[in-house]
């Protein structure tokens, strides 16, 4: 037995039998190497299961910091982006909205690489729901939106003020819709506006 048993420990010892004293000195060594900080693995074996040393969950509101150079501001729920917060990214993208278990959830404004910007519901990391897509070249899209942008029904306004209404596929029009282009003379002040309203594949008018 080691200088640092106790008393009890030293009389149990002694009355153990061969076999309990070489489990009793494996206990204590194991304890010792363990307290001592000797044993550097995140992963220590007590009683045949293996224990996950976690460092502290954060709670409420903190600023975090990750690998990739992202920081997040806001609520946390037990280490987990959970509540309401914005992210920042280094590509100079940032989330401000809803939270729930690190996944972008309810409602938010969210800022792309290139300058969209979206404002509208999430689900679960995605765009979902009905939102609204303000585009860098003036163009403006309100209706619905799903994983892959614009998906449903929805508006996009053109920054010359054509329009589409009508069915959306994978961010392209695709289905029924309706066309209207706006077009300008020399004079300013006069506008023509010519429409389709039919068939769309793909972003292409069928039968035009």
Same mark, same amino acid.
């Not at 903190?62 to 806001?74: I, L, M, N, V, W």
């Not at 280490?79 to 917060?85: F, I, K, Q």
């Not at 996944?103 to 765009?127: A, C, P, Q, S, V």
């Given at each position: 037995?080691?200088?640092?048993?106790?008393?009890?420990?030293?009389?149990? @010892?002694?009355?153990?039998?061969?076999? !309990?004293?070489?489990?009793?000195?494996?206990? *204590? !060594?194991?304890?010792?190497?363990? *307290?001592?900080?000797?044993?550097?693995?995140?992963?220590? @074996?007590?009683?045949?299961?293996?224990?996950? $040393? =976690? =460092?502290?969950? *954060?709670?409420?509101? $903190?600023?975090?910091?990750?690998?990739?150079?992202? =920081?997040?501001?806001?609520?946390?729920?037990?280490?987990?982006?959970?509540? %309401?917060?914005?992210?920042?990214?280094?590509?100079?993208?940032?989330?401000?909205?809803?939270?729930?278990?690190?996944?972008?959830?309810?409602?938010?404004?969210? /800022?792309?690489?290139?300058?969209?910007?979206? #404002?509208?519901?999430?689900? #679960?990391?995605?765009?979902?729901?009905?939102?609204?897509?303000?585009?860098?070249?003036?163009?403006?899209?309100?209706?619905?939106? +799903?994983?892959?942008?614009? =998906?449903?029904?929805?508006?996009? %306004?053109?920054?010359?003020?054509?329009?589409?209404? +009508?069915?959306?596929? /994978?961010?392209?029009?695709?289905?029924?819709?309706?066309?209207?282009?706006? %077009? %300008?003379?020399?004079?300013?002040?006069? /506008? #023509?506006?010519?429409?389709?309203?039919?068939? /769309?594949?793909?972003? @292409? *008018?069928?039968?035009?």
């Amino acid at each position: 037995m080691g200088s640092g048993a106790s008393q009890q420990q030293k009389q149990l @010892h002694a009355a153990a039998t061969p076999e !309990q004293r070489a489990h009793m000195n494996a206990k *204590l !060594q194991h304890k010792s190497a363990f *307290l001592g900080n000797h044993h550097t693995d995140t992963n220590y @074996h007590a009683n045949n299961a293996f224990i996950r $040393h =976690e =460092e502290e969950l *954060l709670n409420g509101d $903190h600023c975090k910091t990750f690998k990739d150079g992202s =920081e997040y501001r806001g609520s946390f729920l037990n280490g987990h982006r959970h509540g %309401t917060g914005t992210q920042t990214w280094t590509d100079g993208s940032n989330y401000t909205g809803g939270w729930e278990n690190d996944r972008k959830h309810g409602n938010g404004i969210w /800022i792309f690489k290139d300058k969209t910007r979206y #404002e509208g519901e999430m689900f #679960e990391g995605h765009l979902s729901g009905i939102g609204y897509l303000h585009y860098d070249s003036g163009g403006m899209y309100h209706g619905e939106c +799903g994983f892959s942008g614009r =998906e449903g029904k929805g508006i996009y %306004t053109y920054p010359n003020g054509t329009t589409y209404n +009508g069915d959306w596929h /994978i961010d392209k029009p695709h289905g029924k819709g309706k066309y209207i282009w706006c %077009t %300008t003379d020399e004079d300013p002040n006069y /506008i #023509e506006y010519i429409s389709y309203d039919g068939d /769309i594949f793909g972003g @292409h *008018l069928q039968g035009f």
